[in-house]
């Protein structure tokens, strides 16, 4: 008789969301086997020189600071960059791994054959599959098998004659890219790590972005600290702008010094808002744009032999043309009813035929990656498969299901993608970390620590914040927590100063894109009555300063206004001084 191993949960991949996962789940008390392709763990950020297999190439790091990424109760080595490498990353995994002792649950070299759904003893599970015929049953199925490059619709190329290479297949720098005119086609993540290794040796390098891109950069404009330092509790109190999906002044700060969009290159322009678009976290490409070594275009009109002709209605003759198509996730191992995009599941977790099917690491954050989210929703998964929290029923899923799409659709009206899930960072972080009762009180922690409360409110975005309700964990965020007092600064002046800045902002804005470098046409005439304003006040400033003008104003408002005692209410004028208040400060 065949014998049947019976677990609690199956997770199917072990790089960084599959390693999340199973940590969470044995946390909560489940039997848990991680069944991972590979011959070690790591995912995608195990480099892999083998073209056919799924891996960054040989150069690529982290596109966001190490504070994003990291685990909440796994700090990056102190030595490590602010973005370490794919090397660094692997070996932090590994480390993760071994110190959580999560090794022992995990079987190498094991590539899914086939999933189904059986009864087994009366009851349903899942039955799993490996290419060595081996099978494992469970309650629970939990996905974390990362992102596959798209297909690509090879007939608009076919007339091309130089080389095609998919971004996927490229691993490192190799002789071909010498001398060689190189196009450059998409955005996505790989594409600026490729144009950096192959720009000192290829003649020259084009790079079409069809729909235009967000560049942001990775350090702050003055010092060498991160530009996601500036991602606190704080920061987005003061700078949010829920209307156009921004933040005030950073946006502006990126779009001064460095045009619209963050680049100032009107062929990648884009119409998206700055927390609502595609955007890309590598501002140092802008010097080599600069420098004439990579040259930027729009879409592509046609191609002939080796000639490309842009919407521009330039042409050049390419050598080698690089397709960086978008990343999607695959399913092909799970039957066809469960099968389906990760836009059906709840919260983009939860499959609403089956609960006890899950998804990990499929959402895409407007600031950050993928990773910044898989911790939360790992947590998430664990302690509703432990029973600690129950799920709506299925039709309240699919109804949430509906409504979270209509919402981030609209959210992100102007990226044209219809499989993978764009999700803002903070709305998508609060809306889980309430499911699981991690949302940070900071009003408790206000309460019982000013000064903790202050570094917490004021600390980069971290995974950490999401165990501050638990005292025993205080030592372990706080004991590197600094507080920035640039930032301090920066907000104190800017919180004095929004009223007056947001008025200017949204009288000078361009409300298509939420930009202040770009504007309306009719913005030489608002700039004009803009300035009439500032005179006005001026001269009100004026009235105020000047003695003999003052009691004149005085003598005359006692004139229309009648005796100003009657105005020296002090409860009156509290409640409207905190109406103007709210009023300036309101969206």
Same mark, same amino acid.
């Given at each position: 008789?065949?014998?049947?191993?019976?677990?609690?949960?199956?997770?199917?991949?072990?790089?960084?969301?599959?390693?999340?996962?199973?940590?969470?789940?044995?946390?909560?008390?489940?039997?848990?086997?991680?069944?991972?392709?590979?011959?070690?763990?790591?995912?995608?950020?195990?480099?892999?020189?083998?073209?056919?297999?799924?891996?960054?190439?040989?150069?690529?790091?982290?596109?966001?600071?190490?504070?994003?990424?990291?685990?909440?109760?796994?700090?990056?080595?102190?030595?490590?960059?602010?973005?370490?490498?794919?090397?660094?990353?692997?070996?932090?995994?590994?480390?993760?791994?071994?110190?959580?002792?999560?090794?022992?649950?995990?079987?190498?070299?094991?590539?899914?054959?086939?999933?189904?759904?059986?009864?087994?003893?009366?009851?349903?599970?899942?039955?799993?599959?490996?290419?060595?015929?081996?099978?494992?049953?469970?309650?629970?199925?939990?996905?974390?098998?990362?992102?596959?490059?798209?297909?690509?619709?090879?007939?608009?190329?076919?007339?091309?004659?130089?080389?095609?290479?998919?971004?996927?297949?490229?691993?490192?720098?190799?002789?071909?890219?010498?001398?060689?005119?190189?196009?450059?086609?998409?955005?996505?993540?790989?594409?600026?790590?490729?144009?950096?290794?192959?720009?000192?040796?290829?003649?020259?390098?084009?790079?079409?972005? %069809?729909?235009?891109?967000?560049?942001?950069?990775?350090?702050?404009?003055?010092?060498?600290?991160?530009?996601?330092?500036?991602?606190?509790?704080?920061?987005?109190?003061?700078?949010?702008?829920?209307?156009?999906?921004?933040?005030?002044?950073?946006?502006?700060?990126?779009?001064?010094?460095?045009?619209?969009?963050?680049?100032?290159?009107?062929?990648?322009?884009?119409?998206?808002?700055?927390?609502?678009?595609?955007?890309?976290?590598?501002?140092?490409? %802008?010097?080599?744009?600069?420098?004439?070594?990579?040259?930027?275009?729009?879409?592509?009109?046609?191609?002939?032999?080796?000639?490309?002709?842009?919407?521009?209605?330039?042409?050049?003759?390419?050598?080698?043309?690089?397709?960086?198509?978008?990343?999607?996730?695959?399913?092909?191992?799970?039957?066809?009813?469960?099968?389906?995009?990760?836009?059906?599941?709840?919260?983009?977790?939860?499959?609403?035929?089956?609960?006890?099917?899950?998804?990990?690491?499929?959402?895409?954050?407007?600031?950050?990656?993928? !990773?910044?989210?898989?911790?939360?929703?790992?947590?998430?998964?664990? !302690?509703?498969?432990?029973?600690?929290?129950?799920?709506?029923?299925?039709?309240?899923?699919?109804?949430?299901?509906?409504?979270?799409?209509?919402?981030?659709?609209?959210?992100?009206?102007?990226?044209?993608?219809?499989?993978?899930?764009?999700?803002?960072?903070?709305?998508?972080?609060?809306?889980?970390?309430?499911?699981?009762?991690?949302?940070?009180?900071?009003?408790?922690? %206000?309460?019982?620590?000013?000064?903790?409360?202050?570094?917490?409110?004021?600390?980069?975005?971290?995974?950490?914040?999401?165990?501050?309700?638990?005292?025993?964990?205080?030592?372990?965020?706080?004991?590197?927590?600094?507080?920035?007092?640039?930032?301090?600064?920066?907000?104190?002046?800017?919180?004095?100063?929004?009223?007056?800045?947001?008025?200017?902002?949204?009288?000078?804005?361009?409300?298509?894109?939420?930009?202040?470098?770009?504007?309306?046409?009719?913005?030489?005439?608002?700039?004009?009555?803009?300035?009439?304003?500032?005179?006005?006040?001026?001269?009100? %400033?004026?009235?105020?300063?000047?003695?003999?003008?003052?009691?004149?104003?005085?003598?005359?408002?006692?004139?229309?206004?009648?005796?100003?005692?009657?105005?020296?209410?002090?409860?009156?004028?509290?409640?409207?001084?905190?109406?103007?208040?709210?009023?300036?400060?309101?969206?």
């Amino acid at each position: 008789m065949e014998n049947i191993k019976v677990m609690d949960l199956i997770i199917i991949g072990a790089g960084w969301s599959g390693l999340t996962a199973c940590k969470y789940a044995i946390e909560n008390k489940l039997s848990v086997i991680v069944f991972e392709s590979k011959k070690t763990i790591g995912g995608i950020w195990n480099y892999d020189p083998d073209i056919k297999k799924n891996s960054i190439s040989k150069n690529t790091r982290s596109n966001v600071s190490k504070n994003y990424i990291e685990f909440s109760d796994f700090k990056f080595p102190e030595d490590y960059p602010l973005f370490p490498d794919n090397q660094q990353i692997n070996n932090y995994l590994l480390s993760y791994a071994k110190t959580f002792n999560l090794l022992e649950n995990i079987k190498l070299n094991s590539r899914i054959k086939k999933v189904e759904k059986v009864i087994l003893n009366g009851n349903n599970y899942w039955k799993v599959e490996n290419n060595y015929g081996e099978k494992v049953f469970s309650l629970f199925l939990v996905i974390s098998t990362g992102f596959k490059n798209s297909n690509i619709d090879m007939s608009f190329f076919s007339n091309f004659t130089g080389s095609i290479i998919k971004s996927i297949e490229y691993k490192h720098l190799e002789s071909k890219f010498i001398n060689k005119t190189v196009l450059l086609i998409g955005e996505n993540n790989c594409s600026s790590y490729i144009a950096k290794d192959i720009f000192p040796y290829a003649k020259k390098i084009y790079w079409s972005i %069809l729909d235009g891109i967000w560049i942001k950069p990775r350090y702050n404009f003055i010092g060498s600290e991160s530009f996601d330092s500036h991602s606190s509790v704080l920061k987005n109190f003061i700078f949010n702008n829920n209307k156009y999906k921004g933040e005030y002044l950073f946006e502006d700060l990126v779009e001064f010094y460095n045009g619209q969009s963050g680049s100032g290159i009107k062929e990648w322009s884009t119409n998206s808002y700055y927390k609502a678009g595609f955007s890309m976290n590598n501002g140092e490409i %802008l010097e080599n744009i600069k420098m004439g070594n990579i040259i930027p275009k729009k879409g592509i009109k046609k191609i002939n032999n080796k000639n490309v002709e842009f919407n521009d209605n330039t042409s050049i003759d390419v050598d080698i043309i690089i397709i960086c198509n978008k990343s999607l996730p695959y399913f092909d191992f799970l039957p066809k009813k469960f099968n389906r995009p990760i836009k059906k599941k709840y919260k983009y977790i939860f499959d609403t035929n089956d609960q006890c099917l899950a998804f990990i690491g499929y959402t895409k954050p407007n600031i950050g990656i993928n !990773q910044t989210l898989t911790e939360l929703q790992a947590n998430y998964m664990a !302690q509703v498969y432990s029973n600690k929290i129950k799920l709506p029923n299925n039709k309240k899923m699919k109804d949430v299901v509906n409504r979270d799409n209509i919402y981030w659709n609209k959210y992100f009206n102007k990226i044209k993608d219809n499989y993978n899930c764009y999700v803002d960072l903070n709305i998508y972080s609060n809306d889980i970390s309430k499911k699981i009762n991690t949302n940070p009180d900071y009003f408790k922690l %206000l309460i019982n620590s000013p000064t903790k409360w202050w570094k917490a409110i004021n600390m980069p975005y971290n995974n950490s914040r999401y165990l501050i309700n638990n005292t025993d964990k205080h030592k372990e965020i706080f004991m590197n927590c600094k507080t920035n007092n640039n930032n301090l600064l920066i907000y104190s002046i800017a919180l004095i100063i929004k009223p007056f800045y947001k008025f200017t902002r949204n009288y000078l804005v361009n409300k298509n894109n939420n930009s202040i470098i770009t504007t309306d046409e009719n913005y030489q005439e608002k700039k004009k009555k803009l300035y009439i304003f500032i005179i006005f006040l001026l001269f009100i %400033l004026l009235i105020y300063i000047v003695p003999e003008w003052n009691i004149y104003s005085k003598n005359r408002m006692k004139y229309f206004l009648g005796n100003l005692d009657n105005y020296k209410n002090k409860k009156f004028n509290i409640i409207f001084l905190l109406i103007i208040i709210f009023l300036l400060y309101s969206d």
